[in-house]
């Protein structure tokens, strides 16, 4: 998390999204949001997932199981 906090620091972003490990995740590392939405087709981490991403004066994160 450290090589994609420094990504988005050195570019000037706040949120970082990204699909490579297909495992669900949310964190916020120091002042960068780091999502994973996971996978609908090939999830790693146990079930479908998607991310619901809503931006306003904050961001909020919710992590969706997807139901077949």
């Known amino acids: 998390r450290e090589g994609l906090y420094t990504l ?3 570019n000037g972003c706040d949120i970082i999204i990204h699909g490579h ?3 669900a995740n949310y964190e916020k590392y120091k ?3 780091i999502i994973c ?3 609908l ?3 790693r981490g146990g079930y479908p997932s998607y991310a619901i991403i809503e ?3 904050d961001v909020k ?3 969706m199981k997807y139901e077949y």
């Open 8 to 10: 988005c620091n050195d």
């Open 21 to 23: 490990t297909h495992i």
């Open 31 to 33: 002042d960068v949001h």
């Open 37 to 39: 939405p996971g996978s």
């Open 41 to 43: 087709i090939g999830p």
């Open 55 to 57: 931006i306003d004066d």
């Open 61 to 63: 994160v919710e992590i």
